[in-house]
């Protein structure tokens, strides 16, 4: 087993969680750019509805209670892509740790943190330095979390990151210059790739490969192709937690941009298209109605959907090719018994 060692005089003090928790918040210094951000953020909204198939940006999921809601899809008996990207971590993490040596953590969409502990673990019990930046669009969520892994991890330091992927990938800097970690490892898990188009995954992956210094990590967790009765299962679970995740997304336009869609008006509605090979969520209209957006009113009519959701499912041959043309070269991977999940190592490589 590789064993990190740092000196016992460079660790914080258990104790201090102002020395060891930092919250960051990306635009909210520069009013100007908040401001330029919250109106692109508007424009995008008006875009997706304005499409003859309407859409919605997934990530407007994510307020408080659609955090809390998808921590309880999480244990729903259906959603089998949470337990067995956990089961991976559980039994890997190690190797995994091995692979990389001593490197500071940065998760995007952290959520709770809760598969990331089995790495923490596995730096942890190496001996090496504990570094993590989680990266989610949920303060509460995001500080709650953190504050507790400070308390089950005393040599741990965080520094969260309130932002939506791209712009933290975009402002968060470059690799620490510290000695005692001098890699970064870029954590991307629970199969949120799925949730991007394929031209969405190549400017992802662009932003990685630009945030990434050579020799850097990216650790990635996609759900692979399987059959149709399976992933259908685990987007329309029998509690109904799905749907209501679904339809929270209205309750949160409704807060942010004032919006006044009502959501007795729209039923939850997720199929596998197997043709593009991704689960698509949508919301389905129950009666014409309007719905208004500042000056912009838009017709709903019986039957019509809005597409909040994709879920794509990967081929793992085709996704490291992929990889590859961005200068992220697979090194490990790692599988459930079933072959349902997998975890990617990639390392950056140099221009």
Not at 34 to 56: C, F, S, V, W
Not at 57 to 74: A, N, V, W
Not at 91 to 111: I, K, W
Not at 244 to 271: C, G, Q, S, V, Y
């Amino acid at each position: 087993m590789a064993t990190f060692r740092t000196p016992e005089l460079d660790r914080p003090d258990p104790q201090d969680f102002d020395l060891r928790l930092r919250i960051d918040t990306l635009n909210d210094s520069d009013r100007a750019d908040h401001l330029a951000a919250q109106a692109a953020d508007r424009n995008e909204i008006l875009h997706g509805l304005t499409q003859p198939q309407k859409t919605l940006p997934s990530k407007y999921f994510y307020d408080q209670r659609g955090s809390e809601l998808f921590e309880e899809i999480c244990d729903q008996p259906e959603y089998y892509p949470t337990r067995t990207e956990a089961w991976i971590l559980d039994h890997y993490a190690g190797e995994m740790a091995d692979v990389t040596g001593p490197c500071e953590l940065v998760e995007l969409g952290s959520g709770s943190s809760t598969k990331t502990r089995a790495l923490l673990d596995a730096y942890r019990d190496r001996g090496g330095p504990l570094r993590y930046v989680p990266i989610d669009v949920s303060r509460t969520i995001l500080i709650e979390s953190a504050r507790q892994l400070l308390r089950d991890y005393p040599t741990l330091q965080v520094r969260g990151t309130i932002a939506t992927y791209e712009r933290a990938l975009l402002q968060l800097g470059v690799n620490p210059t510290a000695t005692d970690l001098s890699a970064r490892m870029l954590i991307f898990l629970g199969s949120t790739l799925g949730n991007f188009t394929p031209e969405e995954s190549d400017r992802f992956f662009m932003q990685v490969r630009d945030f990434l210094n050579a020799g850097d990590y990216f650790l990635l967790g996609v759900d692979l192709h399987k059959n149709t009765a399976q992933l259908e299962a685990a987007y329309n679970d029998a509690q109904g937690i799905t749907a209501h995740f679904n339809l929270n997304i209205l309750d949160h336009l409704n807060h942010r941009f004032a919006t006044n869609f009502k959501r007795d008006n729209f039923e939850h509605w997720a199929f596998y298209n197997e043709h593009d090979r991704q689960i698509e969520m949508h919301l389905r209209c129950l009666i014409d109605h309007e719905v208004q957006l500042g000056d912009h009113r838009f017709s709903f009519t019986q039957g019509e959907t809005i597409r909040t959701e994709i879920s794509r499912k990967f081929d793992l041959e085709s996704l490291q090719t992929q990889l590859n043309q961005y200068d992220l070269e697979p090194i490990q991977v790692w599988q459930d018994p079933q072959g349902w999940f997998a975890s990617i190592l990639t390392r950056r490589r140099s221009d």
